[in-house]
Nanobody, 127 residues
Framework: QVQLVESGGGLVQAGGSLRLSCLASGRTFSSYAMGWFRQAPGKEREFVAATRWSGSSTNIADSVKGRFTISRDSAKNTVYLQMNSLKPEDTAVYYC????????????????????WGQGTQVTVSS
C-alpha cells in the first residue's frame, strides 16, 4: 500500500503562484510514476502533470504547459507541482496519484494507470 497526502492548496489571486506537495509513505519503492490530476465542480477529473520516480521523464498537460512544473525529491518521498501565473480556470481540487510498476503501461494521462490516490487539496484562484 502507498499513502499519499497532498498539501499546499489555498486561495490565490489570478497571476499568483502556489506549490503543491504530495508526500508518499508506505511501500513507496513500488511506485513507478506519479501524477497530478484536478477536478473542477461538474467536470471530470483531468490530467495535469506526471513524472517517473526516477525523474527520467515528465509530462505536462497542454492547458498548463509553460505555467506548471512537476518535480520530485526522492529523499523526501515527495512530488511537487509548482503552479505559476494561475488563472481562475485553474480552480479545482488537485489530486496526487501513484502507479505501480506492474500496473503502468505508459499512458501517463489516463487516471486508470494510477492505483493510489490522495484525498485532494483545494486550489481556488480569484479574478
Amino acid at each position: 500500500q502507498v499513502q499519499l497526502v497532498e498539501s499546499g492548496g489555498g486561495l490565490v489571486q489570478a497571476g499568483g503562484s502556489l506549490r503543491l506537495s504530495c508526500l508518499a509513505s508506505g511501500r513507496t519503492f513500488s511506485s513507478y510514476a506519479m501524477g497530478w490530476f484536478r477536478q473542477a465542480p461538474g467536470k471530470e477529473r483531468e490530467f495535469v502533470a506526471a513524472t517517473r520516480w526516477s525523474g527520467s521523464s515528465t509530462n505536462i498537460a497542454d492547458s498548463v504547459k509553460g505555467r506548471f512544473t512537476i518535480s520530485r525529491d526522492s529523499a523526501k518521498n515527495t512530488v511537487y507541482l509548482q503552479m505559476n501565473s494561475l488563472k481562475p480556470e485553474d480552480t479545482a481540487v488537485y489530486y496526487c496519484a501513484a502507479s505501480t510498476a506492474a500496473g503502468y503501461s505508459g499512458v501517463y494521462y489516463d487516471r486508470l494507470e494510477y492505483k493510489y490516490w490522495g484525498q485532494g487539496t483545494q486550489v481556488t484562484v480569484s479574478s
